[in-house]
């Protein structure tokens, strides 16, 4: 695959694919946990995104209980399915289908597993996902970007500089990483940009129109030092 294919690519299984032997536990867990913010809204049972919150948290340090709450994430749908259509709305989620509010949740249990997270679960979450909502094919375009926003571009390996951490630069993306809010991109693009930074393929990424960012952003992890 050239690197202009892997761009243009919208199967997100085949873009993480040119990835899978060269990436950290850390940022595999946080693209299921992306995926899976996706479908928030149909996440309607506190368990489900107490293991949303928890897998999150567990990409950046241990957390003992991750087991118990994938577990709890795995008894959110089975009982409750039955007597319902696959294709009728579900009781527990007005505005979707049994079937897409069971993919959903299908897919916490999976990106919450414990203690690591292998490329066979990576798999199920983003067809899951994927099958959750109305537009297959438009979401499997968002995770693919999603992948190549967490873990950067293969083709293109690059050194960050240390005397681009600045004061400014660490505040901005320390912000962004914890509220989730990455609007300020541009902003960080000019901070690094003003302590020296030189690259644009880390530039053109924070400055990207309509760029999708969420928590381990290639180039906000780069800031902070997160592999």
Known sequence: MTEEEWLACANPLTVFALLANKVSERKKRLFAVACCRRVWPLL?????????????????????????????????????????????ESRHCPGATTRQWVYACSAVAF??????I??????????????????????????????RDIFGNPFRPLT?????????????????????????????????????????????????ANATHVRGCWVVDLVLNKS
């Open 160 to 208: 960050f500089s240390p005397s681009w951490r600045t004061g400014t630069a660490l505040s901005l993306a320390r912000q962004m990483y914890e509220s989730r809010d990455f609007s300020a991109m541009p902003i960080l693009a000019d901070a690094l940009q003003d302590a020296g930074c030189d690259s644009d393929d880390i530039l053109d990424h924070c400055r990207a």
């Open 44 to 88: 309607t049972d506190d368990r489900s995104r107490r293991a949303v919150d928890q897998a999150e948290r567990a990409a950046d340090g241990s957390v003992p209980e991750l087991e118990i709450v994938a577990r709890e994430a795995e008894d959110v749908y089975p009982d409750a399915l039955t007597g319902e259509e696959e294709e009728s």
């Open 118 to 147: 292998s490329d066979r679960e990576i798999a199920i979450v983003t067809n899951a996902t994927s099958l959750a909502v109305a537009d297959v094919s438009d979401e499997r375009v968002v995770q693919a970007d999603l992948v």
């Open 111 to 116: 990106a919450a597993v414990a203690p690591v």
